[in-house]
């Protein structure tokens, strides 16, 4: 098997890994509301960003890299050559920003109206937006996946409406399905630059753009407090390392070699694992209707893939 052959074969692993990861994350992302929302993602994104860079720079300076890695004299002779991956890591940044700190104000709020597990599936709507974004960079969206977007409403339905209170969909989730929005156009980004930059870089740029835009929210909006920060130290370590520095690494990665509609139906099985976490973890299970709700989701999740891999044959 040639090097091509296996790099195609472990990229859908990575994302299926980072998938769990994220997962796993949502159970970790409830416990942010008790530090402010803001607060959370700065220090996470912030965090994320470091692990990423320690990577980088043990990469860069070992072996064979060491040797061939370009020296700068100045910073302007960098970004000359650099260019397309600021302004990538400069999207990447403002959409995952604004996808992670509506994703955690949803969150907090699953006390109150919603589950994790619920959560999760209503962010995994990315994988319906995807497609439909990639009408912007002249990509073809044929019938079957305008149907799959009806169908993913249909679970919407089913999984935010309580026909007990009448027609609505509540707070929480409106957050979480913008949440989906940005995170539709973070992915849309990825799958358009990362054959041309490193993957790694890109990820690191990302979270400290992130990270520094959620800070300065903080300290506007709420007032960070030590003790109740380190108070959530594990919660913030898994979400900032594993979660924000390993699983979007890993999604940067293996994007490279995978179809971005096939990758989002990867990523989307953090819906599964964050229920499945929330149920093993917490004990939460959802309703009979949210579970059917999630179920026609998937559906559609399914169903948005058949006319690319038809193309592909």
């Known amino acids: 098997m040639d090097k091509e052959k296996k790099l195609s074969i472990i990229s859908p692993l990575l994302l299926v890994l980072a998938a769990l990861i994220w ?25 994320a960003c470091l692990s990423v860079l320690a990577v980088i720079l043990i990469r860069d300076n070992t072996g064979n890299n060491r040797r061939t890695k370009k020296k700068y004299k100045s910073a302007g002779e960098w970004y000359s050559d650099n260019k397309t991956l600021v302004k990538a890591g400069i999207i990447c940044g403002l ?4 996808a992670n700190n ?3 104000f949803g969150i907090g709020m699953q006390g109150k109206e919603t589950s994790t597990g619920k959560a999760a599936f209503l962010t995994a709507l990315y994988i319906v ?5 990639g009408i912007f960079f002249k990509k073809k969206v044929n019938l079957t996946a305008w149907l799959s977007v009806a169908v993913a409403v249909a679970g919407l339905y089913l999984i935010s409406v309580n026909p007990n209170e009448g027609f609505g969909i509540s707070s929480a989730d409106i957050l979480l399905i913008l949440c989906a929005l940005f995170f539709a156009v973070q992915i849309i980004t990825v799958d358009r630059f990362s054959s ?27 007032k960070p407090d030590i003790n109740a920060i380190l108070a959530q130290s594990i919660p913030l370590l898994y979400s900032g390392i594993l979660s924000g520095g390993g699983a979007f690494t890993l999604q940067i990665i293996g994007q490279k070699r995978c179809n971005h509609v096939l990758a989002s139906l990867l990523m989307s099985l953090e819906s599964v ?30 169903l948005v893939q058949l006319p690319f891999k038809k193309a592909a044959k």
């Open 273 to 302: 694992f964050s229920a499945l976490a929330d149920w093993i973890i917490r004990g939460n299970t959802l309703s009979a209707r949210e579970f059917a709700g999630c179920a026609v989701m998937f559906a559609a999740i399914i």
């Open 196 to 222: 041309e930059i490193d993957g790694i870089k890109l990820s690191c740029i990302q979270f400290f753009i992130a990270g520094v835009l959620s800070s300065v929210l903080m300290f506007i909006f709420e």
């Open 23 to 47: 997962g796993i994350s949502f159970v970790a992302q409830s416990e942010g509301d008790d530090i402010g929302s803001f607060t959370f993602q700065g220090i996470r994104c912030l965090l």
């Open 129 to 133: 937006l995807v497609p439909i974004f």
């Open 102 to 104: 509506l994703q955690q």
């Open 95 to 98: 959409a995952l920003t604004l």
